[in-house]
């Protein structure tokens, strides 16, 4: 997940403590490729990022947070503090 292409930026979600922001993107959708959404998180006080979701046939993001540190995105719950979610895992 380390090298997941960019993408154009869709939207942020802040979590409701402030310690991190989720950023998505969109990626891909031309003739050989359908789209793609990246999200990464934004770890507040140091500015550090992580990939944490990669999911291939979405162009939409839908991102709620269930509590502090676990965002829903697209019906994948992920930990942002350890966890990450990346299509190619259930091939």
Same mark, same amino acid.
């Given at each position: 997940?380390?090298?997941?292409?960019? @993408?154009?930026?869709?939207?942020?979600?802040?979590?409701?403590?402030?310690?991190?922001?989720?950023?998505?993107?969109?990626?891909? @959708?031309?003739?050989?490729?359908?789209?793609?959404?990246?999200?990464?998180?934004?770890?507040?006080?140091?500015?550090?990022?992580?990939? &944490?979701?990669?999911?291939?046939?979405?162009?939409?993001?839908?991102?709620?947070?269930?509590?502090?540190?676990?965002?829903? &995105?697209?019906?994948?719950?992920?930990?942002?503090?350890?966890?990450?979610?990346?299509?190619?895992?259930?091939?």
């Amino acid at each position: 997940m380390d090298n997941l292409p960019k @993408g154009d930026f869709l939207e942020s979600s802040v979590s409701p403590n402030k310690n991190y922001t989720v950023n998505a993107y969109l990626f891909g @959708g031309n003739a050989t490729t359908d789209y793609a959404i990246r999200c990464e998180v934004v770890y507040n006080s140091s500015g550090k990022t992580r990939n &944490i979701y990669w999911n291939y046939h979405e162009d939409t993001v839908d991102m709620k947070w269930i509590d502090e540190n676990t965002i829903d &995105i697209n019906n994948h719950r992920i930990n942002v503090i350890d966890e990450s979610y990346d299509f190619r895992d259930d091939l």
